[in-house]
């Protein structure tokens, strides 16, 4: 997309309109994590239902991250020629269908063959709904990108929770899951009626089809690689680590991913007045800060009372660093989909090899030894947050035409 100058003035034509885009973007975030929680309290029963084995399901749940991972880089395409809202909408709506395969899946080829499907969908519906963010964000001038990805953790825990309340109940996994698919992708065509309809202008050059992340996103793209390994590290080793390191009980290693979990979503709900206030490159260098103390006192730790709350800085720490990195992504060059698909391809390539990673350190070394490259991976943030010096800019242009403007003026004017 090109950039067009102009006078200063109300974004959208109102306040009153940019608050409702600002709404509308929050739930589509919501709602793709609510469709994230719902597979993941899910995954148990599938394990069962098929029979695997932690290998095999190991290689099931590597299936929708390569899905991700190849599919992101078309999302810039599809917006191009969609336009925000329309991409938003088809997409998410593909996810929440995508959704209710996995669960009816009869064995492990077709599960890998749906898991790769859902990751697809789910990846390139999350590249669109966070360029919407940033475009939204700029007309705005001021942060709520953090505000979002938080959106998308409570979203996320919400449907977890409601998805173990019917486990607790047994109720019907596929019964479940297809009645929560149908009701968020009703909730998606409600939503995505509000969102601003953002198009590149008609000259504009579309994006190639398929390509590799822009340069500009990499070094970008690098500090969201290790924000989000120690993210993965973290939710998926924490409670391990708090069984056979420190010889907690299995429901006090359950804490551990709970206090990571909640104070993420609090953190990212509450980050973006921190942000106003310290910038993205300090708030940057903070969260790094932030993060490798929590690192440092999960390795020091022999016992839970010191671990749970390492887990829980860890948290707090990298809570912010991914949305300030699409944030930048979308500032840094003429296409802001196909630079935060290239941020969202490497942090996402992050968080697949990041549980690989720290299982093989620990078995040559040790589990404490693993989370001692979680902490230096921490601390590499301070070192790098000068990459996301784009997102604290509050740029004097927004991506738009005349015709959006009108088309969301009048997409808002009704609510």
């Known amino acids: 997309m090109t950039t067009t100058p102009t006078p200063a003035g109300p974004p959208f034509g109102g306040a009153r309109a940019a608050r409702r885009a600002r709404?509308?973007?929050?739930?589509?975030?919501?709602?793709?994590?609510?469709?994230g929680g719902t597979f993941v309290s899910r995954i148990?029963?599938?394990?069962?239902?098929?029979?695997l084995s932690a290998g095999q399901l190991g290689l099931a749940l590597v299936m929708p991250a390569i899905g991700s991972s190849l599919a992101m880089p078309l999302a810039g395409r599809v917006v191009h020629r969609f336009g925000g809202r329309a991409a938003v909408a088809g997409l998410l709506s593909l996810c929440c269908v995508g959704l209710a395969l996995p669960v009816l899946a009869p064995s492990l080829p077709v599960l890998c063959l749906f898991l790769l499907a859902y990751g697809a969908t789910a990846g390139m519906s999350d590249v669109a709904m966070n360029a919407q963010g940033v475009e939204i964000e700029q007309r705005l001038g001021r942060s709520i990108m953090s505000g979002l990805h938080g959106m998308w953790s409570a979203g996320g825990l919400v449907a977890a929770g409601v998805a173990i309340l019917a486990a607790h109940q047994d109720f019907d996994p596929r019964v479940q899951i297809g009645v929560t698919a149908f009701v968020l992708l009703a909730l998606v065509h409600l939503i995505c009626g509000t969102l601003p309809d953002l198009r590149a202008p008609e000259q504009a050059e579309a994006p190639p089809r398929f390509a590799l992340p822009p340069r500009s996103s990499l070094v970008i793209g690098l500090v969201?690689?290790?924000?989000?390994?120690?993210?993965?590290?973290?939710?998926?080793?924490?409670?391990?680590?708090?069984?056979?390191?420190?010889?907690?009980?299995?429901?006090v290693a359950a804490a551990a991913y709970t206090a990571?979990?909640?104070?993420?979503?609090?953190?990212?709900?509450?980050?973006?007045?921190?942000?106003?206030?310290?910038?993205?490159?300090?708030?940057?260098?903070?969260?790094?800060?932030?993060?490798?103390a929590g690192g440092v006192l999960v390795v020091a730790a022999d016992r839970p009372a010191l671990a749970i709350p390492g887990f829980a800085l860890i948290g707090v720490g990298v809570a912010v660093v991914v949305p300030l990195a699409f944030a930048a992504a979308g500032?840094?060059?003429?296409?802001?989909?196909?630079?935060?698909?290239?941020?969202?391809?490497?942090?996402?390539?992050?968080?697949l090899i990041a549980p690989a990673i720290v299982g093989g350190l620990a078995q040559a070394t040790s589990l404490t030894a693993s989370f001692g490259v979680v902490t230096a991976l921490s601390a590499a943030l301070m070192l790098s947050a000068g990459a996301l010096r784009r997102a604290e800019e509050h740029p004097s242009v927004i991506v738009t035409t005349p015709e959006s403007k009108r088309s969301f003026e009048k997409n808002t004017s009704a609510i």
């Not at 973006?272 to 490798?292: E, M």
Request: aromatic share 8%; with cysteine.
């Open 44 to 51: 148990p029963w599938i394990q069962n239902h098929l029979g």
């Open 260 to 292: 990571f979990s909640l104070t993420m979503a609090v953190s990212r709900l509450a980050g973006d007045a921190a942000i106003r206030r310290l910038g993205a490159v300090r708030a940057t260098r903070l969260s790094g800060a932030v993060a490798t």
């Open 331 to 351: 500032r840094s060059g003429g296409n802001p989909s196909q630079a935060i698909a290239g941020v969202a391809t490497v942090t996402y390539t992050s968080g």
């Open 23 to 35: 709404v509308a973007v929050a739930l589509t975030f919501a709602v793709h994590g609510a469709v």
């Open 224 to 251: 969201g690689f290790c924000a989000v390994f120690a993210e993965g590290a973290s939710m998926d080793w924490s409670g391990v680590y708090l069984r056979d390191v420190t010889g907690a009980s299995p429901t």
